[in-house]
């Protein structure tokens, strides 16, 4: 099955100024809400790739970025080695905020140098990324006792990709994940954030389960300033569509979430798929929480 490439914006990323900076921390690891990892760590602040529906553009209220998002990022200088010894059966996540791969971690390396430090460690390491730089370390991937590579693919029509963000082009992200997977590196396809009536959940599926180990699925929430920038977006390009984001959206109408939930769960299960869920994420993260304060 051919990728669409028409439209693919060879340019973008170099179009825009980012502002680069380096900045000294205490810690690199962060412990984590999130509902699956016990820590976080975000070897970046701010991430070029300028994914429209980011939601961790939140990140410039803390700290006091005035450039948009996309425009700036902070590279972590960390003189503190990362104890090993605490992360013992716990899960790390690389990354939460930002993209350990984007196309700075080429020139600062950090990324690479946070996993010459866990390789040794008996963690859970799972790496998400949009970008196909990660197999510049598959040497040290392939060293790690527990690790999975994750890759963020939302759809196999290239214009949309390079409407949304200025990561790797669909068919590179692929690529990668096939390549990681025949060197023996647990891979998932992390299908996020789906888009209703616009993200083709089966034909993502169908194209790639030769080479993935697992999906995870995550819907599209909007929320904030970039809210409106996507309900435009779909106003003006998807049209047919305007009125069901509406009421999705604006409403609060959650029958498209659970009829797709309902939809995935029986193909997956049907075709002996793993996956995981993450459609109701607030409500995941609520029940962590309430998990360790009864603890």
């Known amino acids: 099955m051919p990728l669409k490439t028409a439209g693919f914006k060879t340019d973008t990323k170099d179009s825009v100024s980012v502002i680069q900076k380096e900045i000294i921390v205490k810690d690199l690891l962060t412990k984590s809400n999130l509902p699956a990892t016990d820590y976080v760590i975000n070897p970046y602040v701010g991430c070029p790739h300028a994914c429209k529906y980011c939601y961790a553009s939140f990140m410039k209220r803390f700290t006091g970025h005035m450039e948009d998002w996309g425009a700036f990022i ?3 200088r960390c003189s503190r080695k990362i104890d090993i010894n605490k992360l013992a059966g716990k899960t790390v ?22 996993l010459e430090q866990l390789v040794h460690s008996d963690a859970y390491v799972s790496i998400s990324t949009k970008s196909d730089l990660i197999l510049r370390d598959i040497d040290l991937l392939k060293k790690f006792r527990h690790l999975t590579a994750a890759m963020s693919v939302n759809t196999l029509d290239e214009t949309f990709r390079s409407d949304m963000d200025n990561a790797s082009p669909v068919e590179d992200r692929l690529r990668a994940l096939k390549i990681l997977h025949e060197n023996g590196i647990p891979t998932v396809l992390f299908m996020s954030p789906i888009f209703p009536y616009i993200t083709d959940c089966r034909k993502i599926l169908e194209y790639s389960h030769g080479f993935i180990d697992e999906y995870w699925f995550e ?51 049907t075709h002996g798929i793993k996956y995981k869920n993450y459609f109701h994420h607030s409500a995941l993260v609520q029940k962590k929480h309430d998990h360790v304060k009864n603890q």
């Open 74 to 76: 902070d590279i972590k």
């Open 93 to 114: 996540f690389l990354s939460s905020v930002t993209d350990c791969y984007n196309r700075y971690e080429e020139k600062y390396r950090c990324t690479r140098t946070i």
């Open 219 to 269: 819907n599209l929430n909007l929320r904030g300033s970039y809210k409106p920038v996507i309900l435009e977006y779909v106003r003006s390009h998807y049209p047919q569509y305007a009125e069901l984001y509406r009421r999705i959206y604006g409403e609060g109408d959650d029958f498209y979430w659970n009829a797709l939930a309902q939809k995935l769960s029986q193909y997956c299960r």
